[in-house]
């Protein structure tokens, strides 16, 4: 295409609600434009790189034999109210209504309309297993949506979701997804982990995120050094530890600690260090009191808490509220002599030899704590978030820490929509059997923020191949004579061989056109300058930042070689062209 009839409307500056860099460069590079909080309008540079990913995604989802559908965007309210989460979903659920009062909503996920699918037209076992998915644009009203299209409020998902007879065959359909996901990320030329995750209400055992490795990535994961383990933060779980022995220190001692509701306050008065403090995180846990500890250096991992816990609903507790119905003193809640609440604590207190915890009285402090003297009535759990350096638990290895950008989750549902649904076939013994499903989702529009949150430097965007909606700009440094003919000649050859090329056709200064071209990120730059007439040209790899002066005749038949295989994800180096 010729850049002077392309919309690519450039700018100088970011907007101002722009924080992240994906944010800041999708919309300076033309690629998208907001409408309203978290709802964005796609330029035609960003529909190109939106389509090339959605490509990816669907020649892998067919060839691992899942099959594209469309369903609805407007869901009837009924559908939901079957699954029981019509009341559950919350705010983020678009909720609407139509001339005649009938509710409906806008599809955050369907679940429930492709178990309807499901259950209307799979009778027997014989039509199993079946995947079907979709490439369509979702509503999740959210309360923060942030990012540009990191977290938008519409954005486009693939969801995919497998139907099987038995738990064998769902566990199958799995990895199957579990590996495509595997080669449509590598494709997209993005450095990625799959980590395993939480599995929320729905339980199960199974559930791995896609994570793309960046600082700014908004989810906290751990991975092992010495084996392939890695986890979500929220899910990496952590060993008991024995308890340490009994030493030398005397009975516990109730001591006034005035004004040290918090750890650093008290830290500061007794002259002790935060790991030797007991720190009482507050819950209201199903309209119940509870508390757990964990050691004052700590961050309690929530979702641990609630599984321990055994609750549905868990909240950090109104101070006020806690002190009324239980009588302590937020800020002073201590692990001995705790009543009218539920208590628990976090494993590696047992490990201390001795602590400092609150007294339950207000303006006091228990010291001389010893765990495995005086909190032996406590029910010890794993509550605490991992960090580097904690343990592996699969291998005497040590966990290290990364950022990343969840991009795709594999999910291993079992039957929770299917029975709440009463979605069955005929199965091989001619009894009804409830489907046994897995559900599998992409973030489409997410994946062009991640590659550029892993993949920028200060001029711009360093499109991996697979997604740049353009693989080479030929720049012409004068619109005359031989840099034009030259320019001209290669321009018509590179789309001759197939290479998605733009020509910069605009009667603009060199500067002006290096400055576009590098902030929109077209892989290689060729630039046609005073060297036109002896037939050599440069050509820039955006990402290795490397510059090379190459001969005009046989360039597009290199390129396109190269990228050929730059298509199916490896990193466009240098050697390659040489
Ligand atoms: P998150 O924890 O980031 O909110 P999620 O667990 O709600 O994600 P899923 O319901 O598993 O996400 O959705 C599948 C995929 O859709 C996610 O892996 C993510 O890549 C993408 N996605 C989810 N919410 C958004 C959003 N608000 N904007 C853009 N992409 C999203
Ligand atoms: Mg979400």
Not at 54 to 62: G, N, S, Y
Not at 519 to 544: D, F, S, T
């Amino acid at each position: 295409m010729r850049i002077k009839s392309l919309h690519i409307p450039t700018l100088r500056e970011p907007p101002k609600d722009a924080e992240t860099v994906s944010h800041q460069l999708l919309v300076r590079a033309g690629y998208i434009r907001r409408l309203a909080a978290g709802i964005y309008s796609f330029l035609p540079l960003g529909v190109r790189a939106v389509e090339k990913v959605k490509r990816i995604v669907r020649e892998e989802m067919d060839r691992a034999g899942a099959q594209e559908v469309v369903m609805p965007a407007v869901i009837p309210a009924e559908l939901w109210i079957e699954s029981g989460r019509w009341p559950v979903y919350g705010p983020e659920l678009l909720r609407l209504k139509d001339r005649k009062q009938a509710e409906y909503c806008v599809g955050p996920t369907h679940e429930e309309v492709v178990v309807d699918l499901a259950r209307k037209d799979i009778r027997s076992y014989k039509q199993l297993p079946v995947n079907l998915y979709q490439i369509q644009t979702k509503f999740r009203d959210e309360i923060r949506p942030r990012a540009g299209l990191m977290r938008g409020r519409e954005f486009v998902m693939k969801d995919a979701y497998s139907f099987d007879a038995s738990i064998a065959g769902a566990h199958a359909s799995y990895k199957l997804m579990y590996d495509a996901y595997c080669c449509i990320f590598e494709r997209l030329g993005l450095v990625f982990r799959p980590v395993e995750a939480d599995t929320g209400n729905i339980g199960g055992s199974m559930s791995h995120e896609f994570q793309v490795l960046a600082d700014s990535g908004e989810d906290a994961i751990v991975a092992c050094d010495g084996c392939d383990f890695a986890a979500n933060v929220e899910k990496a779980p952590l060993a008991a530890q024995p308890f340490a022995p009994i030493g030398a220190t005397g009975p516990a001692r109730v001591i006034d600690t005035p004004g040290t509701k918090t750890i650093e306050s008290l830290c500061k008065l007794l002259g002790c260090r935060p790991d030797q403090t007991i720190k009482a995180v507050l819950y209201m846990a199903d309209d119940q009191a509870a508390v757990a500890f964990v050691r004052g250096d700590r961050e309690v991992n929530e979702i641990k808490v609630k599984k321990a816990l055994a609750c549905a609903n868990l909240h950090l507790a109104d101070a006020e509220w806690f002190a009324k119905t239980t009588g302590m003193p937020p800020g002073y809640v201590g692990a001995i002599g705790t009543t009218n609440v539920q208590v628990i604590a976090d494993f590696e207190i047992t490990a201390m030899p001795s602590a400092v915890c609150g007294a339950n009285a207000k303006q006091q402090h228990r010291v001389d704590v010893v765990p495995a003297r005086d909190m032996a009535d406590v029910a010890f759990a794993d509550l605490r978030m991992a960090i580097a350096g904690d343990p592996c638990p699969r291998c005497p290895g040590k966990l290290r820490a990364f950022r990343g950008i969840e991009v795709g989750h594999v999910f291993y549902l079992g039957q929770k929509y299917s029975k709440a649904m009463h979605a069955t076939f005929l199965a091989e013994d001619g009894k009804e059997q409830h489907f046994e499903m897995g559900c599998y989702g992409i973030g489409i529009t997410r994946i062009l923020a991640a590659a550029i949150e892993q993949n920028h430097d200060a001029r711009g965007i360093r499109w991996p191949v697979a997604i740049a909606p353009y693989e080479v700009a030929v720049l012409p440094m004068a619109l005359e004579g031989e840099q034009l003919t030259v320019a001209e000649e290669l321009y018509a050859a590179l789309l001759q061989v197939g290479v998605a090329a733009v020509i910069d056709d605009r009667d603009e200064r060199p500067g002006v056109k290096f400055n576009d071209a590098d902030l929109i990120g077209y892989p290689i730059q060729i630039v046609v300058g005073k060297r036109a007439g002896e037939r050599v040209v440069e050509v820039k790899l955006r990402h290795a930042g490397v510059k090379l002066e190459l001969s005009v005749d046989g360039l597009a038949d290199k390129l396109a070689r190269v990228m050929v295989t730059c298509r199916l994800g490896p990193a466009l180096t240098a050697e390659a062209l040489s």
